[in-house]
């Protein structure tokens, strides 16, 4: 199974701040890496598909970066509603796999 | 519009089990492979393995393997997924997710659509 390493497990920050997540994977994926938001009680929301595409309707203060094991998530500008949790997904083989999650709070 | 709407809650005994069902509507149904995944209190996303709507294809995470059953009516465009002899750490919210493409090998996809989940609690 591919591991999927996700760091910080947690970050606080303030609005306006300029945030990064990162998703090591334990072998190379290519570029089949999601990232995904996450608030309380609800389903996760698909932001970024394939490292580094924008999903439809998604600001763009949000984006993915990398290629092969090493990935990285902005939020370029942090604001009150971009409150959750963040995954990274890897979807190069099965079984699909997540990383740990970044709670993200201000 | 496109949505995938789930049953509701359930709390079953260990050893008993339970199947979850999840709706479709606003899409072709047979067009999109679906995915069932689940979240433990507190933890992370586990997936548990696809079904091709329109083929009865399956796969399933090797953890599950012979306790979880995927399958579909095609006339209600809904899809099922049961998991038997249940224990308190299958304790979570099982989500069905859509992919992102309709292509007939398009198993391995983003998650576009999400259902709302199903609470699953286990205890004695």
């Known amino acids: 199974d591919i591991q999927m390493t996700q760091s910080p497990s947690s970050l606080s920050a303030s609005v306006g701040d300029r945030v990064t997540i990162t998703c090591q994977a334990s072998?190379?994926?290519?570029?089949?890496l999601n990232w995904y938001q996450q608030k309380p009680g609800k389903a996760p929301k698909l932001l970024i598909y394939?490292?580094?595409n924008l999903e439809t309707g998604i600001p763009s203060r949000f984006s993915g970066s990398g290629s092969g094991t090493d990935f990285t998530f902005t939020i370029s500008s942090l604001q009150p509603e971009d409150i959750a949790t963040y995954y990274c997904?890897?979807?190069?083989?099965?079984?699909?796999?997540f990383g740990g999650g970044t709670k993200v709070e201000i | 519009q496109v949505q995938l709407v789930q049953s509701g809650a359930e709390v079953k005994k260990p050893g008993a089990s339970v199947k979850v069902s999840c709706k479709a509507s606003?899409?072709?149904?047979?067009?999109?492979?679906i995915h069932w995944l689940r979240q433990a209190p507190g933890q992370g996303l586990e997936w548990i393995g696809w079904?091709?709507?329109?083929?009865?294809?399956?796969s399933y995470a090797q953890k599950f393997q012979g306790r979880v059953t995927m399958t579909r009516d095609t006339s209600i465009s809904t899809a099922y997924m049961e998991l038997t002899r249940l224990r308190s750490d299958d304790t979570a919210v099982y989500y069905c997710?859509?992919?992102?493409?309709?292509?007939?090998?398009?198993?391995?996809?983003?998650?576009?659509?999400w259902g709302q989940g199903t609470v699953v609690t286990v205890s004695s």
């Open positions: 997710a859509r992919v992102r493409c309709s292509s007939s090998s398009c198993h391995l996809a983003p998650f576009e659509i």
């Open positions: 606003g899409y072709t149904f047979t067009a999109y492979y």
């Open positions: 079904i091709k709507p329109n083929s009865v294809a399956t």
């Open positions: 072998q190379d994926i290519n570029n089949y």
């Open positions: 394939d490292a580094f």
């Open positions: 997904q890897q979807f190069d083989s099965l079984p699909l796999t």
